[in-house]
């Protein structure tokens, strides 16, 4: 028999235990633990209490500035939820008042498939707390176009167009069979929303699994008289659905053509559809332009976890967005790698979407390009509170 009283003999153990706490470090140590208890076999369990200080391992550093042409995003998630970026500085960070304060009276725009959706749902969150529990039609796919205004933390108006609506499916390189009866479905759908005021935050996705309703959507925008004195920020990711048809063969591809052409032919075609519609956006997002003030991201696909040889596939789309961003980006028109922020915590993507953690992080990013310095937070370190932030909390 031990001295925690186990007694072994053949097969069988026969237990006879006391019990033990401690709290802190017996050998080696500096000092005496914080808290040692035992207790004799019989006598109950040992209990041990100790008041600890908590020290944090976050180091003060300088702010990153991301209202420029190409912000940093690579870096490494610590375990409390803190992102450390390898540029040697931290992003400013935006909570509820900060960020409803910065986007009061305007416009946000976002356009691409379901990351970016995913990007556009975490903002509305973040902007309408109390209604984060409710399922709204289209927040999660359904819906071509969702248009929302918020007004002290609550949404006040939500419209959509549906996605079986066969006037605006995205079958040929120039958007619908009929772009212009799709332009005014939406432009309908857009001239719904209430009147603007600074109090008003609006945030409007357009799903855009191809680069012409991207193009659409500066057109519609700039359209629109009723917010005319708001000021815009656009988030694009256009990427995903390219491979998606090319690579992965899905037989819901909008564009069937795409799934059998050899691979040089699909990235000629992304970069011939992509050119254009960049072009536009670099006088659309430059001062003087509808999104001067505030600027537009342009961003590559989100991190994925999958294998050669569909990884490779999108890390050369990624590429061709950059390249293309390389001799167009600016202070205003900024190119955002998304695709490196979701690798700096791969932990947080599952089945090639991202987590809320990384959502709010992509935000941080951008909502520092979109408002000024001087509305962030005071704060040098987050906290993530919530039973889904984390991917290890999904529910799927």
């Not at 006879?16 to 076999?41: F, M, N, W």
């Not at 209990?47 to 420029?68: G, M, P, Q, Y």
């Not at 490196?340 to 993507?349: F, K, Q, R, V």
């Not at 599952?350 to 005071?378: N, V």
Request: proline content about 5%.
């Amino acid at each position: 028999m031990d001295d925690l009283g186990f007694e072994s003999f053949n097969a069988r153990i026969h237990v006879c235990r006391s019990s033990y706490a401690l709290i802190g470090q017996k050998y080696p140590t500096d000092g005496p633990p914080l808290a040692e208890v035992h207790t004799a076999a019989g006598e109950g369990k040992a209990i041990a209490v100790a008041r600890l200080k908590v020290v944090s391992s976050f180091e003060e550093v300088s702010h990153c500035e991301t209202d420029i042409a190409e912000p940093p995003m690579f870096g490494t998630l610590e375990v409390d939820g803190n992102f450390k970026l390898d540029a040697g500085c931290r992003y400013r960070v935006w909570e509820l008042p900060n960020a409803a304060a910065c986007l009061g009276g305007s416009w946000v725009v976002v356009t691409g498939s379901s990351n970016a959706l995913l990007m556009w749902n975490s903002l509305l969150m973040m902007l309408a707390p109390s209604e984060a529990g409710l399922m709204r039609r289209g927040r999660f796919g359904g819906a071509h176009l969702l248009d929302a205004v918020i007004e002290d933390g609550v949404i006040i108006h939500y419209e959509t167009v549906k996605s079986w609506l066969d006037t605006c499916d995205q079958s040929t390189p120039s958007g619908a069979p009929n772009e212009t009866e799709c332009r005014m479905v939406y432009a309908e759908t857009l001239a719904k929303a209430p009147a603007h005021s600074p109090n008003r935050i609006r945030l409007t996705m357009f799903l855009s699994f191809y680069w012409a309703r991207t193009g659409t959507a500066l057109d519609l925008i700039e359209a629109q008289d009723a917010w005319a004195m708001s000021e815009v920020s656009i988030l694009v990711q256009v990427v995903a659905w390219y491979v998606v048809c090319n690579g992965i063969k899905f037989n819901g591809c909008h564009r069937p053509n795409l799934i059998d052409l050899p691979e040089d032919e699909v990235a000629t075609m992304f970069t011939n559809e992509m050119e254009p519609v960049l072009n536009r956006m670099l006088m659309f997002c430059s001062p003087g332009g509808r999104a001067g003030v505030r600027g537009c991201a342009v961003a590559t696909n989100s991190f994925t976890n999958a294998g050669s040889p569909l990884l490779d596939m999108f890390l050369r789309f990624n590429a061709l967005v950059t390249q293309a961003m390389d001799a167009k980006k600016t202070d205003s028109f900024r190119y955002l790698d998304i695709f490196a922020l979701g690798a700096s915590m791969p932990d947080e993507t599952l089945d090639g979407h991202g987590s809320q953690i990384l959502q709010l992080w992509t935000w941080q990013a951008l909502l520092g390009g979109f408002c000024s310095s001087s509305s962030a937070a005071t704060g040098s370190q987050v906290r993530f509170d919530g039973p889904l932030c984390w991917r290890k909390t999904a529910l799927w």
